[in-house]
């Protein structure tokens, strides 16, 4: 199985500052299409993962600008520009590039 | 609007059954590869199942293999995951959501495994 290592796990922000977190995976998420398949989740306390990035930096429908996901390869990142009080809970990187489907064990970000 | 409704959770005894349901509504369900997804207290979240859009390929985690069953109801726009010889760490919260990119999820049902 591609194991998903996230780092860190836990992060201390400040609202309106910058966040990053990092997202390897133990094997090329690049696909034979030539797509790369690595997703970011963001998970609030008490509530369902909710898909805020696919295909590496695409935003899904109705996710703020501020959110931005780069990488390639095996190294993957997600950014925040400026963190709101909105944006705590656990990140979540996720490929499906190879089977199966596996997740990283999660950032989790609270306010400083 | 796109919804995933899951229900059938609750409490059993180590080697009891569970039958959860997915009821979606506001797209074509029969069109779309759907997955079970489970989180235990307090961790990650893991891949339990998938099935594709008629039902044909079926895939299973090694952890729930020979245990577990997926089945989807077209006609019913429902997915259903049958959970047979449940363990204590079989406990979690179980979402469905939909597709490869996982866009759409649930709210969840909670199965407890414990005598």
């Known amino acids: 199985d591609v194991v998903m290592t996230q780092s860190p796990l836990s992060l201390p922000v400040t609202l309106g500052q910058p966040a990053s977190f990092s997202c390897r995976s133990s094997?090329?998420?690049?696909?034979?299409?030539?797509?790369?398949?690595l997703n970011w989740f963001h998970q609030r306390p008490g509530q369902s993962p909710r898909l805020l990035i696919y295909?590496?930096?695409n935003r899904d429908s109705g996710v703020p600008d501020r959110f931005s996901g780069s990488g390639s390869g095996t190294d993957f990142t997600l950014k925040i520009s400026r963190v709101e009080a909105e944006d705590v809970g656990v990140y979540y990187c996720?490929?499906?590039?190879?089977?199966?489907?596996?997740f990283g064990q999660g950032t989790k970000v609270e306010i400083k | 609007e796109v919804q995933l409704v899951e229900s059938g959770g609750g409490l059993v005894q180590p080697g009891g059954s569970l039958r959860l349901s997915c009821a979606t509504s506001?797209?074509?369900?029969?069109?779309?590869?759907m997955y079970w997804v489970r989180q235990a207290p307090e961790k990650g979240l893991v891949w339990v199942s998938r099935?594709?859009?008629?039902?044909?390929?079926?895939n299973y985690a090694d952890s729930v293999k020979g245990r577990f069953t997926i089945s989807r109801d077209n006609a019913k726009n429902t997915l259903y995951l049958q959970l047979n010889s449940l363990r204590v760490d079989d406990t979690a919260v179980y979402y469905c959501?939909?597709?490869?990119?996982?866009?759409?999820w649930g709210q969840g049902t909670t199965v407890t495994v414990s005598s």
């Open positions: 959501t939909r597709d490869h990119s996982m866009g759409v």
């Open positions: 506001g797209f074509t369900f029969s069109n779309y590869w």
């Open positions: 099935i594709n859009s008629d039902g044909s390929t079926i």
């Open positions: 094997q090329s998420l690049v696909y034979s299409d030539g797509n790369t398949y």
């Open positions: 295909m590496v930096s």
């Open positions: 996720m490929q499906h590039t190879h089977w199966p489907r596996t």
